[in-house]
């Protein structure tokens, strides 16, 4: 797991893709958190984001690493996290959170962790698979 979060975070931004009434909507990211060996994320339980992966919870992350042409694909499906612990350690990896969210009990703060995660990395023109898991082509 560590391989995809620290490509993520040395990434920055990375691309979410969820699903849109039938429709893939897609839009930038740059909060994420390692917690034994899942991936975690979040967003404001008042964006469409959120009701999309409610709804629907299969989830499609990119990431381009900037002046390469390295980037990673991460399938999964997003499970709704409410532990406020869990909450905490993502205010405390990702402060830049604290601007929307002031405190782990925010009414307005959601956080999913992404489960059956399938990760492959494109390097050079060559996939490897980081989850040791077949890896999703589409």
């Known amino acids: 797991m560590s391989k995809s979060y620290d490509f ?38 008042t964006k469409d984001v959120y009701s999309q992966l409610i709804k629907n919870p299969l989830i499609h992350i ?11 694909r991460i399938n999964g499906k997003a499970i709704e996290i409410h532990d406020l612990d869990i909450k905490q350690m993502m205010l405390d990896a990702c402060p830049v959170l604290t601007k ?16 059956e995660m399938v990760s492959a990395l494109n390097s050079g023109g060559v996939f ?7 890896v999703a082509r589409f």
């Open 8 to 45: 993520l975070k040395e990434c920055g931004t990375f691309f979410i893709s969820t699903i849109n009434e039938g429709y893939p909507a897609t839009r930038p990211f740059g909060a994420v958190m390692e917690l034994n060996d899942e991936l975690y994320i979040s967003t404001a339980n």
């Open 62 to 72: 990119v990431a381009l690493k900037s002046g390469t042409r390295d980037w990673i």
């Open 100 to 115: 929307r969210f002031d405190s782990k009990s925010c009414e307005h703060f959601a956080l999913f962790k992404i489960s």
């Open 128 to 134: 490897v698979d980081l989850t040791q898991r077949p």
